[in-house]
T-cell receptor
Framework: RKEVEQDPGPFNVPEGATVAFNCTYS??????FFWYRQDCRKEPKLLMS???SGNEDGRFTAQLNRASQYISLLIRDSKLSDSATYLC??????????FGSGTKLNVKP | EPEVTQTPSHQVTQMGQEVILRCVPI?????FYWYRQILGQKVEFLVS????????KSEIFDDQFSVERPDGSNFTLKIRSTKLEDSAMYFC??????????????FGPGTRLLVL
């Protein structure tokens, strides 16, 4: 059983496109949710936390659907610098964090 | 901006040897974590640590692993008898003490361990 599942991609999109990623999680008791980005051979960096009401940060919008146990990330007006692997992260009830395998995004000129 | 640091950046060791990976978390953080990422695979949780004891650990974190906070700044991961399959990138992270389950984890740049 995978705690967190993501489509590995890659998603190849032109600059300026809108792209969406989904992630599903298995533990209905999970407490908090995050999107991280990871560049090749680098450490994960927090992109945004995901709140029940949904939240937006510039070109990025995150949504949480607890009933269906999925999280989404929408990137508008893609930039070349958005090319990275996007990691869905779920925290269960106990200070233990589960990472998805990541979705690779390639933004092309 | 405060950051998590890790040393060494790369470590090569012989199978069966002991290695110690070092981390300096952000100074006012009290929750610390170790993760590993085997090349081409996902980031895997190893252990979380709070108040000088292990808070949670995964199935991967067996008896060959141990963690320690030997002083006020360092947080170490020891692998007692390394195996080939321990070759991976090891990330340390820390988080704010007030809301560890909600708050951002800050990751260090990682130590790439190669076991020969």
């Amino acid at each position: 059983r995978k705690e967190v599942e993501q489509d590995p991609g890659p998603f190849n999109v032109p600059e300026g496109a809108t792209v969406a990623f989904n992630c599903t999680y298995s533990n209905s008791a999970s407490q908090s949710f995050f999107w991280y980005r990871q560049d090749c051979r680098k450490e994960p960096k927090l992109l945004m936390s995901v709140y029940s009401s949904g939240n937006e940060d510039g070109r990025f919008t995150a949504q949480l659907n607890r009933a269906s146990q999925y999280i989404s990330l929408l990137i508008r007006d893609s930039k070349l610098s958005d090319s990275a692997t996007y990691l869905c992260v779920v925290n269960d009830n106990f200070n233990k964090f589960y990472f998805g395998s990541g979705t690779k995004l390639n933004v092309k000129p | 901006e405060p950051e998590v640091t890790q040393t060494p950046s790369h470590q090569v060791t012989q199978m069966g040897q002991e290695v110690i990976l070092r981390c300096v978390p952000i100074s006012n953080h009290l929750y610390f974590y170790w993760y590993r990422q085997i090349l081409g695979q996902k980031v895997e949780f190893l252990v979380s640590f709070y108040n000088n004891e292990i808070s949670e650990k995964s199935e991967i974190f067996d008896d060959q692993f141990s963690v320690e906070r030997p002083d006020g700044s360092n947080f170490t991961l020891k692998i007692r008898s390394t195996k080939l399959e321990d070759s991976a990138m090891y990330f340390c992270a820390s988080s704010d003490p007030q809301q560890p389950q909600q708050e951002t984890q800050y990751f260090g740049p990682g130590t790439r361990l190669l076991v020969l």
